[in-house]
């Protein structure tokens, strides 16, 4: 992440949780008025036609926040627009990834669909797939709801073309009673005190760390810590797309040996690429694992799992000495894009622009608004967030810096050999060596 963009995503984070009015929320009614839904008035008036929007989204777990949000909102869309059926599709993300690159492919892009930032979606607006938002940002002043500079992330060619659902940072969430149970008085602050703690852990019979490796950028999102650490900062893959790096440098290396440690250590649950990410984050929400390296959004699903109250968060140690903790790990969050060839573009719009005006404030009331990429209207403490949430929202107030993940960085080319090469990691031992060279080659070779 560029320091220009880092600055204005952490004046934006900070601007948030200073509690900014929500402008454009505050008007359902407003945001419900839109003329391509509505009759006619008067006797000789014709009924709105009716409408089937598909909603793919990647929120399929019904114990989850994100879940019930997605869900009432759209119950409330249908009841206030008969006409207007939201036919949801809801899929793990790497279910979702697949079934939309198929879609792709012979241009059948849902109406509204989940991309992800940058290098990510770049594809799909190259192929003229998705539809500008402008027009629809624009309106009651949707933009402005947004975090600063975070559209950027969705832009191209000065024109936004996804939403996105939140903006995040990777931690270390932690059962209290578990650490407890294993001895562990202190947070790891360096990666030799987080093996100690892996193998204390271990030692109890308790699951150290959960992850669902099925989805294969888990492991790669977890991998991007201790390669923020070893790099001394932010910049590494810039670096490599810049021609000043290459992945044989020895920040590389050292990440994948460090990371090599914790697989040798037995940090992870047996069989975790046979693991999906909603199985491996319930192994830690149910209390079988002790630590859960993870994105902020799983916050409010943590506060309302059998955990709730036992969990903690802490940054990410250093490594070898290297590395700030105020460093992190950004997901700036999957987005909602309009497909550029769907029947009902305009209703579609309307339809989006009610969900995104609206998500705010009903993640607020569900406890899920940690991570928000809006501007929220609330006092957390009042409304009874947990000691979690509260701890995690100071974390963002003191955001240093931090690199989006390997496949927002890179190619899908070369994401997709660094996603299998860090899978790998997890069933057998590679010289780290090789693991750059294999990186090297996939780089040099989708240049």
């Known amino acids: 992440m560029s320091k220009k963009r880092m600055k204005a995503f952490a004046t934006g984070v900070i601007s948030s949780l200073m509690v900014l009015s929500l402008a454009a929320c505050g008007g359902q009614e407003n945001s419900n008025d839109t003329g391509s839904n509505k009759a006619a008035d008067g006797s000789g008036g014709s009924k709105a036609k009716d409408v089937t929007i598909t909603f793919q989204n990647i929120n399929p777990d019904p114990t989850t926040p ?106 270390v969430f932690y059962n209290k009673e578990l650490f407890d149970q294993a001895g562990i008085k202190e947070l790891p602050k360096t990666f030799d005190e987080l093996l100690a703690a892996v193998k204390a852990l271990k030692a109890k019979g308790i699951t150290p760390i959960a992850i669902g490796e099925k ?35 020895p920040a590389f290396t050292e990440a994948v040996a460090a990371f090599q440690e914790l697989v040798k250590a037995g940090a992870f649950p047996d069989g975790a690429t046979s693991i999906d ?76 622009h009610f969900f995104t005006s609206e998500m705010p404030k009903k993640q607020f009331e569900l406890k899920n608004a940690v991570g928000s990429g809006q501007k929220i209207d609330g006092d957390f403490k009042a409304a009874g967030y947990s000691d979690l949430a509260i701890g995690l929202l100071d974390l963002f107030k003191n955001i240093k810096g931090g690199d989006l993940a390997f496949d927002n960085t890179m190619n899908p080319a070369v994401a997709q050999a660094h996603l299998s090469s860090i899978q790998n990691l997890f069933v057998q031992q590679v010289d780290p060596a090789q693991v750059a060279q294999e990186h090297q080659a996939a780089f040099d070779s989708n240049k």
């Open 66 to 171: 994100s879940y019930k949000m997605i869900n009432e909102l759209v119950d409330q869309y249908q009841k206030d627009h008969p006409n207007v059926h939201i036919e949801l599709d809801s899929l793990n993300t790497d279910q979702q990834k697949l079934k939309l690159k198929t879609q792709a492919a012979s241009k059948e892009v849902p109406d509204i669909t989940i991309v992800n930032p940058a290098a990510q979606m770049k594809p799909f607006v190259d192929a003229k797939l998705l539809a500008p938002l402008d027009d629809m940002l624009d309106k009651d002043g949707l933009r402005d709801t947004y975090l600063s500079g975070l559209l950027d992330y969705y832009s191209f060619d000065n024109k936004v073309y996804a939403v996105p659902d939140g903006s995040n940072i990777e931690v």
């Open 215 to 249: 989805d294969s950028w888990t492991g790669s999102f977890l991998f991007m810590n201790i390669l923020l650490r070893t790099n001394g900062g932010p910049g590494f893959l810039q670096d490599v797309l810049d021609g000043k790096k290459t992945f044989n440098d």
């Open 277 to 352: 990410y909603n199985a491996g984050g319930n192994i830690f929400k149910t209390g079988k694992a002790a630590m859960y390296i993870m994105g902020t959004w799983e916050t409010g699903s943590i506060d309302s799992s059998s955990v709730a109250g036992k969990v903690g968060a802490f940054q990410f140690p250093t490594v070898n000495g290297k590395g700030d903790p105020n460093d992190y790990v950004i997901a700036p969050g999957s987005a909602f894009a309009v497909s550029a060839n769907s029947e009902h573009l305009q209703e579609t719009k309307d339809f989006l």
